[in-house]
C-alpha cells in the first residue's frame, strides 16, 4: 500500500505539472477535503473546482516536486510553484509542504502549509511585506480567493469555457 499511495502522490503532481486538471481531480475522493492558508477548507467540489480554476488561469506556470512519502493511510510531500500573480504581474515562488490522509486508493485529506507572509510578500509586493503576516491581509486573500472560485463555478456551471471568462 505505501507505494501505491507515493504513486497516487506523484500522479496527482504530474498532473499538476502538466496543469490537467481532470487527472487531479480524479485522484480525489467525492468527499475530500483541503486546506491551505490562501483558501481556508473546500470540500468535495470546491477542492477539485479550486485546481481547475487555477490550472486554467496558470501563467508561466512550472511546478517540481519532491520528497514524496506515504504509508498505509498517508503521505507527504513537498512542491514548489512559480507563476506569474495576475493582480499583480508579479512573479511568485511559493515552497509547499504538503500532507494527505489516503482511503481505498484516493486522497480524502489535503493540507498545503506555506508561509503566507512570504507569499504575500512575492505577490502583493510592499504592501505584502508589511501586512502580510496579518489576520487582515490573510483575511482579504481568503475572501478574494473564494470569491474568484465561486465566479469561477458560476461560469462553469453556465457552460462557460471552464471558467475563462472569469478571469480578473
Given amino acids: 500500500m505505501p507505494t501505491e499511495n507515493a504513486q497516487l502522490i506523484t500522479r496527482f503532481y504530474e498532473a499538476?505539472?502538466?496543469?490537467d486538471a481532470?487527472?487531479?481531480?480524479?485522484?480525489?475522493?467525492?468527499?475530500?477535503?483541503f486546506s491551505d492558508p490562501?483558501?481556508?477548507?473546500?470540500?468535495?467540489?470546491?477542492?477539485?473546482?479550486?485546481?481547475?480554476?487555477?490550472?486554467?488561469?496558470?501563467?508561466?506556470?512550472s511546478l517540481t516536486f519532491s520528497d514524496v512519502h506515504?504509508?498505509?493511510?498517508?503521505?507527504?510531500?513537498n512542491w514548489v510553484a512559480s507563476y506569474?500573480?495576475?493582480?499583480?504581474?508579479?512573479?511568485?515562488?511559493?515552497?509547499?509542504?504538503?500532507?494527505?490522509?489516503i482511503r481505498d486508493?484516493?486522497?480524502?485529506e489535503h493540507q498545503d502549509h506555506f508561509?503566507?507572509?512570504r507569499w504575500a510578500t512575492q505577490a502583493l509586493g510592499f504592501k505584502g511585506m508589511l501586512l502580510g503576516w496579518t489576520p487582515?491581509?490573510?483575511n482579504a486573500v481568503r475572501k478574494q480567493a473564494r470569491s474568484g472560485l465561486r465566479q469561477f463555478q458560476t461560469v462553469r456551471a453556465s457552460g462557460g469555457q471552464h471558467g475563462v471568462e472569469a478571469r480578473s
Avoid at 16 to 19: D, P
Avoid at 22 to 33: G, L, S
Avoid at 105 to 108: D, F, N, R, S, Y
Fill in 70 to 77: 506515504a504509508d498505509a493511510s498517508s503521505g507527504s510531500a
Fill in 16 to 19: 499538476f505539472q502538466r496543469l
Fill in 84 to 101: 506569474l500573480f495576475p493582480q499583480t504581474g508579479r512573479t511568485v515562488v511559493n515552497r509547499i509542504h504538503a500532507s494527505f490522509v
Fill in 38 to 61: 490562501a483558501f481556508g477548507e473546500l470540500n468535495g467540489e470546491d477542492a477539485r473546482d479550486m485546481w481547475r480554476m487555477l490550472t486554467t488561469r496558470a501563467r508561466s506556470f
Fill in 136 to 138: 487582515l491581509l490573510k
Fill in 115 to 117: 508561509d503566507m507572509w
Fill in 22 to 33: 481532470e487527472e487531479m481531480a480524479r485522484c480525489y475522493a467525492p468527499d475530500v477535503r
Fill in 105 to 108: 486508493g484516493l486522497i480524502v
